[in-house]
């Protein structure tokens, strides 16, 4: 008999309990009739002690790829699911994930050759993430030096093919990213915070 594969959902926010992070946990109950399978990172401890069964996390204000990482190393799951937290489960997705390879997976890709530099390769956009355990043990996590949010995605993508895991858009996980600038609205400086992260990765992969 198939033993079913765990899969756990990391979302991270600051504020905006009410307008994203319980609609994306009552729409994960809606479709899986799970939430135990939930681990929200609250940076900056604005949210709930608890909620369903969803683990909440309470964290100082971080960046993106800290309060991502904080939440992997809470998880002990086969599979990671990381999404922002401006997203809507629209279907079952737990069946999906089992049948992947292993290897980093997404809805939307990023052409290599972007408007502020040339990249090694395409890259996943770091809405929705579905990898296994074994690249995060692998690779380890998202690069801390990322300053508020922005292009940590590109880099755990590279990192994570220079290992010799596959990249891929070839499924469509039933998610929908509802593109209401999360991160822009509580990200002071947004716009200068991601060109620093732009320099920071032209910096580390030598980029033109």
């Known amino acids: 008999m198939e033993v079913p594969i765990e899969v756990d959902i990391i979302t991270t926010s600051v504020k905006g309990w009410n307008r994203y992070i319980k609609p994306l946990i009552d729409s994960v109950e809606k479709w899986e009739g799970i ?35 904080v939440g992997l190393d809470h998880s002990t799951a086969d599979w990671f699911l990381v999404l922002d937290c401006d997203v809507l489960c629209e279907g079952k997705f737990i069946d999906t994930i089992s049948k992947l390879e292993h290897g980093v997976y997404g809805n939307d890709m990023h ?6 530099f040339t990249g090694p390769s395409h890259w996943l956009d770091g809405w ?30 590279w990192r994570a093919e220079e290992t010799g895991y596959e990249v891929l858009q070839t499924v ?36 033109k």
């Open 35 to 69: 939430t135990s399978n939930i681990i929200v990172v609250d940076a900056g401890g604005f949210y709930p002690d608890t909620y369903k069964d969803a683990t909440i996390i309470h964290t100082p204000m971080l960046n993106c790829s800290a309060a991502q990482n």
């Open 172 to 207: 469509v996980l039933p998610f929908k990213h509802l593109f209401t600038g999360q991160k822009r609205e509580i990200s002071a400086g947004y716009k200068k915070v991601r060109l620093g992260n732009v320099e920071y990765l032209k910096n580390k992969w030598k980029l």
């Open 128 to 157: 929705i993430y579905a990898f296994p355990r074994e690249v995060y043990k692998e690779i380890g996590g998202f690069d801390e030096n990322f300053q508020g949010s922005g292009f940590e995605d590109a880099d755990f993508c």
């Open 111 to 116: 052409e290599a050759n972007h408007k502020l």
